[in-house]
């Protein structure tokens, strides 16, 4: 075999080991318990479970490929840092200030359309927001916080 042939075939087996040696470090991929879902209507609550529960509720679909370092990191420090931000999952136990927060910021990420990540669009076709699912969502998001302007104890 020629020179190049063995440090190409030297390189492939130091790839193929670091590959399974990055496998060892455990990556938590945790469902917690559903203790307050968000009550929202029929439409919304599909929408949201379709474009946002896999990183904003503890409803997790743990995909295949999640299992699988370097992309297991990835999945699970989303799905970490998107489940700290908002979790649909938790939404009885905020406080009703913090709702509201997390109201305007979900209507700020509809309208800049950041959210579903571009990544995880990719990945997930199914999980875009049509337009109409957009609008519908912001109308929901309006109406919560109107209501909630009008709730005692506001
Ligand atoms: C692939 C995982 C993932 C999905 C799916 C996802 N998000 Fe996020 N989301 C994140 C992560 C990670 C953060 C925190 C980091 C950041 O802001 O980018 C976040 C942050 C947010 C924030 C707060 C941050 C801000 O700057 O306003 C809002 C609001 C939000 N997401 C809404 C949504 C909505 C609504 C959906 C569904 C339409 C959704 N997300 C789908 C991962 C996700």
Not at 4 to 11: D, E, F, M, Q, V
Not at 68 to 95: C, Q, T
Not at 116 to 136: E, I
């Amino acid at each position: 075999m020629r020179r190049g042939g063995i440090i190409a075939l030297a390189i492939a087996g130091v790839a193929i080991a670091a590959f399974g040696i990055i496998q060892l470090r455990p990556v938590a991929r945790t469902n917690p318990p559903v203790t307050g879902d968000i009550a929202a209507p029929a439409t919304i609550e599909a929408t949201l479970r379709r474009s946002c529960y896999d990183c904003h509720s503890n409803e997790t679909h743990w995909r295949w490929y999640s299992a699988i370092a370097p992309v297991s990191w990835m999945v699970a420090h989303h799905v970490e840092l998107g489940r700290k931000e908002i979790d649909f999952s938790d939404w009885n136990s905020y406080y009703p200030a913090t709702r509201r927060r997390k109201l305007e910021w979900m209507g700020r990420a509809l309208h800049e359309e950041v959210m579903p990540p571009f990544s995880y669009r990719l990945m997930h076709p199914g999980s875009r927001l049509r337009d109409q699912d957009r609008a519908a969502l912001e109308q929901w998001i309006n109406t919560e916080l109107a209501q909630s302007e009008k709730a005692p104890g506001h």
